[in-house]
């Protein structure tokens, strides 16, 4: 009965309640609601979940109980509601709670007729306590799950709960005249969640403590594009021309969904492979004049076709995907065997003897690779591989299309694993995620590929990678790391938690593992159906009083159908009571497009049947049958007569035929198929299929080892009731949980919660051809502007150049492993500065404003070697541990002081030992010594040992050095790897702001008006992430003095660095020019290209100190292009610019940038190079 009104009866206090409900069956668009049983009418609150918490949706904020004095037997009842594209739709159903518990009959249902809610006895809530309660949608039955959290404030009364309300206000509309409402009633039936429940959600964080993150939602708003090689459709034409199309229901992308989906892809139709003419097809494809009458019926599914010709798509599907990648992707690269030739791809004759198949693919679709065809990069395969390219640029043309802003891109399938790269060319904010629903190989397996590379880019230039297993997605990232040097980790996601991500180029390519399911509602409707029951009777009548065996795989060697039959045979020779009481039905669907592969197997097969039923009539019922005679109503009806079903394949991606048979026989766990005489719903399963990790009730078996399979039909045959109970329902636990939308719900909330900025100009692109590259950049990383360089250089009276060596004013010695080994040991020279570049330094150095540091990892005696006859040049060595401060004397020795004390050097023979060890046991590795560090090179290990390795010795250093003051550093993982012992506190940041902090004293200098900071590797990052925070620091003081709006914060790649101490030796006005050498994320606030770009940019400021010099009395030559006509005063003032018809010329890559200053447009010339100015200059001053 109900109780009294929780206004008149609350002298219980309140409880604080969270509501969780698991929910597997809610389809796109639709949201889950809280509803008070009694007030259905009334308030609803909504339900919420997250890519890490689905399938949990939680109520946002607790809900408030008021609990009477004397609880007794009093409840609280609810129910869930579902709304579709935000209105009603339907109350929670009992199946809703998956197929187990709907055909165990668990839901209690009145005799009124009413649909049972759930209730929880308000008995077990205390006032001024926090609890969840856990759900799981439709199920009713069994006693209530309910998580005790933790004490907080008690509320002595409802009418102190509406206080707090209204004071803090009230979230949906709960105020405290909804929570009066609240109904109670006896208890009622007790529910059961059937599921461990996650941990309780954790509490909202405060306002100070920051803004709550933002949970990810996929609503009908939400636009989606799905790409396949071929859409997820029927197509029919009548005699009269009229063309007519059909769901595709077996087809994976077929589900329905309420999102704006947009589906991409080509269409089946005789010929669409290119084999026409010679007694082949007859047409080739959809005629042309037809295919808008074919867009017209696909255009009510939202599909659009994509038109390829078809001996071009021919080539791409059955000679590179079928002949190169398949045997590759399933883990088949022998070179022992050898390839045959042949010009046709016509059906073999079945009543030929076994004879090589000819097939103009035949030498690249072997499951034994030959090392000629497949290993090369010319002739033939280069033709397959450019039609492979051919056929992705034309999917990505008709992508772009169908494209709108916010739109996620969902690729599917190995046929387009370079799809991404042509699309982030075009398009490069868009969510790009690809599916692979094939194994992916081992690294020295995919290593064989001559185009490996291309393909593992075009793969990173996605933004989320998906696989069905975890075992694919680990050689994957294997491939990465080994292959192209990248890490992968777990890095952390906008929502606060972390996902498995491969670190490429400053961008997180999130990795997914998400094994797929069926459709139970899709299924039980075939097996309902009259004529598949009608077939099943059939099937069942035709082998009256045996145990069916049922198989379903294609004709090829990797399915494993010999290994199967070798295994039936041992078992009859051990068991022959069970012959004539069991029957294996195999079908084999045709394989052409697997050459001679399915011609020997077929034949085989055919072979060892027939000795079968010699020797043990009627056993093996093989049938061969073409892919469409076997589709979804067949294969079901099949699945429902056997008792038994076996999958022994070698090497398998996405194989759901399991899956489709465990549903066929759920009905084996109620009363009535525990009791209908057949021992029914087992599966055994090859350990190689990657349904084995997500089946845990089948009989699992290693196909190589027959006689596991032989023991796997005994148990079958002979396994108790109970057990076989148990495995159906472990088994049945995953096929109805995880569906297909459930599946895709996951995978595109994962997509959509990638960090991914919107603005295209955080995005740059690099590389050529099918090399090109996303980077991640801050959204104003440009190229250094050398005209506001010289500009600022021009203005300056104390001016700060700090350089690399290496890689920035000289070529790189390090662009390999090789140099850098010979570098190491002196068996080669290293690079030494030309004359150019020694003349510009010192005519820089001349300037009694500058003050110029090359700062540099060698050694002091190289860095003297090479610099040392430049006057007032200071140098850095060791990244910094000596400096040689800028003296005007040449050819002696130079002075040289350490950043820190000289301390005791004893760990240098300690840290040597130690790296002695680990250098024996891993090949590749090397050690490096100078003056002051020690490295343990890994560069040219094994990647995978040597990161493993160099943990392990980092770890020894530390414990064994912990005494001694050194850094242990592990860098440079990108290039190979090292791992340094250096003295405590020393890098290229702490000599810059070392140098900046003596300028006055040294140099008798005023504050610093002008910096310029070049590197270009990670050892000189913390000079530019030094360098820019200085800079930062003078911005905002200046603004702070004008009262301007604040800066935006500086990157997260910028390592943060108490930079306070230099306050009082810079200038408010200074300016600060940081840059990398070549396009990468960088701590840099801008780029050039590479070291001649330096060259010219440090020949342009000498040649604008040289002007100034000799025309005192002119402006500068850089500001030649911006002087207006008719200068009242020489300064800045009299300088106007155009903004909006001027350019200004950037350093890189001719990229042109508008300026900041406007102004009025000017008549003057603009020269093509900065001689032509200084030309017109000298003709002007004589």
Not at 343 to 372: C, F, H, L, R, W
Not at 469 to 490: D, P, S, V, W
Not at 733 to 757: P, Y
Request: aromatic share 8%; glycine share 8%; net charge neutral.
């Amino acid at each position: 009965m109900a109780t009294n009104s929780p206004a008149t009866d609350s002298g219980g206090g309140i409880a604080q309640v969270t509501f969780r409900v698991r929910c597997e069956t809610l389809g796109h668009g639709e949201a889950i609601f809280l509803s008070q049983a009694d007030n259905p009418s009334g308030s609803r609150i909504p339900l919420f979940t997250t890519a890490k918490s689905y399938p949990w949706y939680t109520t946002r904020t607790p809900l408030s109980l008021p609990l009477p004095a004397t609880p007794n037997n009093k409840t609280y009842r609810y129910r869930y509601a579902i709304n579709r594209a935000g209105i009603f739709h339907r109350w929670e159903e009992p199946s809703d709670g998956g197929g187990i518990e709907e055909f165990r009959a668990q839901q209690t249902i009145n005799s009124s007729g009413n649909i049972a809610v759930h209730t929880v006895p308000l008995r077990l809530l205390h006032g001024g306590e926090i609890y969840t309660v856990n759900d799981v949608l439709g199920v009713t039955g069994g006693p209530p799950d309910i998580d005790h959290i933790k004490m907080r404030n008690n509320f002595s009364s409802v009418g102190s709960l509406a206080r707090k309300n209204a004071s803090a206000g009230s979230l949906y509309g709960l105020n405290s005249r909804n929570n009066s409402a609240v109904g109670m009633t006896d208890q009622g039936s007790k529910k059961k969640v059937g599921f461990a429940p996650q941990p309780p959600p954790t509490s909202h964080r405060s306002s100070e403590a920051g803004a709550i993150k933002q949970a990810v939602h996929l609503t009908s708003s939400d636009g989606l594009i799905v790409v396949s090689a071929f859409l997820p459709v029927h197509l029919t034409r009548s005699n009269d021309g009229e063309w007519s199309a059909d769901w595709d229901y077996e087809a994976l992308l077929s589900m329905q969904t309420h999102l704006r989906v947009t589906r991409v892809g080509t269409v089946k139709w005789r010929g669409w492979h290119g084999n026409v003419g010679g007694g082949k097809s007859d047409e080739s494809g959809v005629p042309v004049d037809e295919r808008h009458k074919v867009e017209a019926v696909l255009r009510p599914f939202n599909c659009v076709p994509v038109w390829v010709p078809t001996t071009l798509f021919g080539e791409m599907y059955n000679g590179f995907c079928k002949g190169v990648l398949w045997p590759i992707l399933h883990n088949v690269a022998s070179v022992y065997s050898t390839p045959q030739t042949g010009g046709n791809t016509e059906k073999p004759d079945p009543d030929k003897d076994i004879e090589p198949y000819d097939s103009q693919y035949a030498e690249y679709s072997m499951d034994d690779v030959a090392q000629g065809p497949i290993h090369g990069d010319g002739g033939r395969e280069g033709e397959l591989w450019a039609a492979f390219t051919a056929v992705n640029r034309h999917f990505t043309d008709v992508i772009i299309q169908c494209f709108n802003e916010g739109d996620l891109i969902w690729i599917h399938g190995f046929h387009l694993m370079i799809l991404p790269s042509f699309l982030t060319r075009r398009i490069s904010m868009a969510k790009i995620g690809i599916f692979l629903h094939t194994p992916f190989p081992s690294s020295e397996i995919f290593r064989t590929l001559w185009c490996r590379e291309d393909l593992l880019r075009g793969m990173l230039n996605a933004d989320q990678v998906g696989f069905h297993l975890f075992e694919y997605a680990r050689h994957f990232l294997t491939c990465c790391r080994r292959l192209l040097g990248l890490n992968y980790g777990m890095f952390p996601d906008s929502s606060g938690g972390h996902n498995l991500a491969i670190d490429t180029n400053g961008r997180h390519v999130s990795v997914t593992s998400i094994h797929a399911g069926v459709e139970p509602p899709v299924l039980h409707q075939v097996l309902s159906h009259k004529s598949t029951c009608d077939r099943v009777a059939s099937i069942r009548n035709q082998f009256r009083g045996k145990v069916i065996f049922a198989a379903i795989d294609r004709m090829e060697s990797l399915k494993g159908i010999p290994l199967k039959l070798i295994a039936l045979e041992r078992f009859l020779q051990r068991c022959p009571e069970w012959a004539g009481k069991i029957v294996v039905v195999q079908v084999g669907i045709s394989a052409f497009e697997r050459g001679d592969d399915y011609t020997k197997t077929r034949n085989e097969i055919i072979s060892m049947v027939t000795n079968i039923n010699n020797r043990w009539p009627g056993t093996v019922q093989f049938q061969e049958c073409a892919e469409s005679e076997m589709r979804l109503q067949q294969r079901m009806a099949l699945l429902r007569a056997a008792d038994v079903v076996m999958v022994t394949t070698i090497r398998d991606g996405l194989n759901l035929i399991p899956l489709e048979f465990t549903i066929a026989h759920l009905d084996a766990l109620t009363e009535q198929g525990r009791n209908d005489g057949r021992k029914r719903g087992l599966c055994i399963l090859s350990e190689f299929s990657s349904c084995t990790r997500v089946m845990r009730g089948a009989l699992h078996v290693n196909p190589w080892k027959i006689s596991e399979i032989a023991t796997a039909f005994y148990q079958a045959l002979t396994m108790s009731e109970d057990e076989r109970m148990r495995r159906i329902s472990i088994a049945s636990e995953f096929v109805t949980r995880v569906t297909t939308q459930r599946w895709a719900l996951a995978v595109m909330l994962d997509l959509k919660g990638v960090q991914k900025n919107e603005d295209a100009g955080k995005y740059a692109g690099a590389g050529l051809g099918l090399g090109f590259r996303l980077l991640g950049m801050d959204s104003k990383f440009n190229s250094l502007d050398a005209n506001s360089v010289a500009r600022a250089y021009r203005s300056a009276k104390s001016r700060l150049i700090l350089l690399d060596y290496g890689g920035t004013i000289l070529a790189n010695d390090n662009l390999d492993q090789l140099q850098r080994f010979q570098f190491v040991k002196k068996s080669r020279p290293p690079s030494v500065p030309t004359e150019g570049l020694i003349s510009t330094l010192k005519e820089l150095c001349s300037d009694h404003r500058n003050i110029v540091f090359v700062v540099s990892g060698k050694e002091r005696h190289s860095l003297t070697k090479t610099l040392c006859h430049i006057p007032n040049l200071g140098l850095a060595a060791e990244h910094g541990m000596f400096v040689s401060w800028p003296t005007p004397k040449v050819g002696g020795k130079r002075r040289w002081e350490t950043l820190v004390p000289d301390q005791d050097r004893s760990w240098r023979s300690i840290a040597t030992m130690i790296m002695e060890v680990y250098t024996s046991r891993t090949h590749g590795s090397y050690i490096e010594e100078t003056e002051m560090k020690v490295l343990w090179q890994y560069r040219d290990a094994d990647p995978e040992f040597g990161y493993l390795q160099s943990r392990e010795l980092e770890d020894h250093l530390s414990n064994v050095l912990r005494g001694f003051s050194v850094d242990i550093l592990h860098g440079g993982v990108e290039e190979g790897g090292y791992v340094e012992v250096r003295p405590k506190g020393v890098n290229k940041g702490v000599v810059s702001m070392h140098i900046i902090k003596n300028m006055e004293k040294i140099f008798n200098k005023g504050k610093l008006e002008f910096a310029l900071v070049i590197g270009d590797d990670h050892c000189d990052e913390p000079m530019l992430s030094v360098m820019r925070q200085v800079g930062r620091r003078a911005s905002e003081a200046h603004i702070a003095k004008k009262g301007g709006q604040p800066l935006a914060p500086l990157p997260a790649t910028i390592a943060q660095v108490d930079v306070s101490s230099c306050d009082e030796y810079i200038s408010s006005n200074l300016k600060c020019f940081t840059s990398t050498v070549g396009k990468k994320p960088t701590a840099a606030a801008n780029y050039v290209n590479d070291v001649e770009d330096v060259h010219e940019l440090l020949e342009s400021l000498v040649k604008v100190t040289t002007r100034e010099t000799v025309h005192s009395g002119f402006y500068s030559v850089v500001d030649l292009k911006t002087m207006d006509d008719t200068p009242t005063s020489p300064g800045p003032e009299a300088v106007k610019f155009d903004a909006q018809t001027s350019w200004q010329r950037s350093l890189s890559m001719c990229q042109l940038h508008t300026p900041d200053m406007s102004g009025e447009p000017t008549d003057a010339r603009v020269s093509n190079n900065l001689d032509d100015f200084l030309g017109t200059m000298e003709e002007d001053g004589e």
